[in-house]
């Protein structure tokens, strides 16, 4: 047995390779696409006759992948609302009934025509309305004071070893710790780096102890 949600979302995607512009096609519940008109298709249900509640822009009988999302929320009674072309914001079409007619998909032509029209990805999922959002706000620093601290416990690192990395890189002596001695082209590199390590190492670390912490705000 299949427990269902009971507010929950049907959503699916139409596709009409070929068909006339006059059809009728259902989207997972009692409210149906219907009629023609120049302002779009009307969305109605039946009761003795069609009943419209709301209007679809769809003004053309071919659709590519188009989406379509029946939200039925409540318990008696029941409230769908029709939304479309993949905005979930702007509601159709709202009809409130006791017993609605869920997990139902049909398309035909008002007129003896042939036809090739295709149900897609086919989903039920939890709702409700208006349905949750998510927004990115401004950045917010993630563990500002110890990486504050990590960098002045670096820089003060390089300022008292400046003397010995300045002697060693400006001889040409600088090594590897395992005793290894590279070639010419490797020593160049890394007298290079020890200058450039030695020079910046009080001014950086003269910027970064004047930088105060930024506090973080709460949401």
């Not at 009761?47 to 709301?54: Q, T």
């Not at 006791?98 to 990805?121: H, K």
């Not at 939890?126 to 601290?149: K, L, N, Y």
Request: aromatic fraction near 6%; proline fraction near 6%.
């Amino acid at each position: 047995m299949l427990n269902l949600p009971r507010d929950m979302a049907i959503d699916a995607n139409l596709s009409i390779v070929s068909g006339p512009a006059s059809f009728k096609a259902g989207l997972g519940s009692d409210l149906t696409l219907v009629g023609l008109s120049a302002n779009g298709k009307n969305i109605a249900h039946w009761a003795g006759g069609w009943n419209v509640v709301g209007v679809s822009p769809i003004t053309t009988g071919v659709l590519n992948e188009y989406e379509f999302s029946m939200g039925i929320t409540g318990s008696l009674p029941r409230v769908i609302r029709w939304r479309e072309g993949g905005d979930l914001n702007t509601v159709r079409a709202t009809w409130s009934t006791a017993m609605p007619t869920l997990g139902m998909f049909s398309y035909a032509p008002d007129a003896i025509a042939a036809f090739d029209a295709r149900f897609n990805n086919i989903r039920i999922r939890p709702f409700s309305f208006p349905e949750p959002t998510a927004s990115v706000g401004d950045e917010q620093p993630i563990g500002a004071r110890a990486h504050r601290r990590h960098c002045l416990r670096q820089c003060n690192r390089d300022r008292r070893h400046a003397p010995d990395l300045h002697r060693a890189a400006a001889s040409g002596r600088a090594g590897h710790r395992d005793g290894h001695q590279p070639g010419w082209r490797e020593q160049l590199t890394h007298r290079r780096a020890a200058l450039r390590r030695t020079a910046a190492a009080p001014r950086l670390c003269a910027d970064i102890a004047a930088q105060r912490p930024v506090r973080r705000r709460r949401a």
